[in-house]
């Protein structure tokens, strides 16, 4: 988006143990996404972010908005999504029982509140007329947990429960610099089914 | 530290139901801290703190350095602060038995990280020479948690272990601003003390 040249290296997340330049990148949490900027690494999904936005601040596309309240505000979404909707989502599809009724109870009542928040904003995405910054932090919710959610049998986002939040999701995955650079869905699938059934084997703990 | 006048109010965090000055002002979390500026409501620590460096960016103390990379490395630690070492720290002073000996255990691998990188900085404070955002958003390590542990009977926080984080506990406990703002060291041993209490009597869920 913001057309700044970069080099992809994909991490196996399937194999253990990890790779030693994610242990070198990001010795602290040991997990991607990791940033690296004239050979210093930046870690953490929305810092990476906010440090992309700071230091490419002069490329047609800006994240943040420019006004401090604005930006109070697109942070506090984005934390929303990444602290509290993601994991719950997540849990409630890889838990079992009681643990994923309640995670589901939670990830619904979470939705709802996103749900609110585009009912009451009267946009097309969270960042306003175009993506930004809080679009960009929904990820898992605009489109990997679609696919999640079929790997587990789960129905939980749907159009009938949240319907402009389906709608948002849709014009996320096809937004045209969003679209081309999100993993291929069959490729996710795939991915997502081998370590759903792995874990049914092995009964490892949930990442 | 900014010199900024501010209007303070106490929500009694003992009563329900809450205040509906906060349900008001933060209806997602319901939480403080909350800052209401020109009458419109930032939830969420962190968030608050980049909103009042940014509005009152003309003031003498600058919370965040200047910095992209430095920003982001500051961003990082706060987060790691926020998100894992403080809730490890109050379940290993909250929870029984086993899960309070593995949230010791995890605040404790948690704690060495902090340790090790006051160590690598040979800085007095995560900011450097003076208090700055890292310090700020470590305030539950830096004077919450030392009367926590007390209340709760837990060694955890200690200068044997953790040496120069406690020196850093000391350090930010006694830097003027901080210490004339921060409650008085009675009132939150009472605080706490009345809270474990009620719960043991209760069985209320933990916050």
């Known amino acids: 988006m913001k057309g700044v040249e970069y080099e992809y290296f994909d991490e196996d997340l399937m194999n253990r143990p990890k790779s030693s330049l994610l242990l070198e990148y990001n010795p602290v949490h040991k997990k991607i996404p990791v940033l690296v900027h004239n050979g210093k690494p930046i870690a953490e ?5 906010e ?3 700071e230091i490419w601040n002069d490329r047609p596309v800006i994240l943040l908005p420019q006004d401090p309240r604005d930006r109070a505000i697109a942070r506090f979404w984005a934390k929303f999504m990444d602290d509290k909707c ?7 599809c890889r838990r079992e029982g009681i643990e994923r009724e309640n995670a589901f109870e939670e990830a619904c009542a979470l939705l709802n509140v996103l749900e609110a928040e585009l ?4 946009k097309r995405f969270f960042g306003g007329d175009t993506i ?12 990997w947990i ?5 790997v587990a049998g ?4 749907t159009p009938e429960k949240f319907p402009l939040l389906c709608k948002w999701c849709c014009e996320f995955q096809n937004f045209p610099i969003i679209k081309e650079n999100l993993p291929p869905r069959e490729q996710l699938f ?3 089914k081998a370590r759903f059934e792995r874990k049914r084997k092995t009964f490892s703990p949930a990442a």
Do not use: C, H, M, T
């Open 154 to 157: 789960v129905r939980l986002l």
């Open 86 to 92: 993601a994991p719950a989502l997540w849990r409630s």
């Open 132 to 143: 930004g910054f809080v679009d960009i932090a929904g990820n898992f919710i605009g489109y």
């Open 51 to 53: 440090y992309i936005d």
């Open 190 to 192: 795939a991915f997502f």
């Open 45 to 49: 999904s929305l810092v990476i972010l």
């Open 119 to 122: 009912k009451d904003k009267q």
């Open 146 to 150: 679609g696919v999640i959610q079929e």
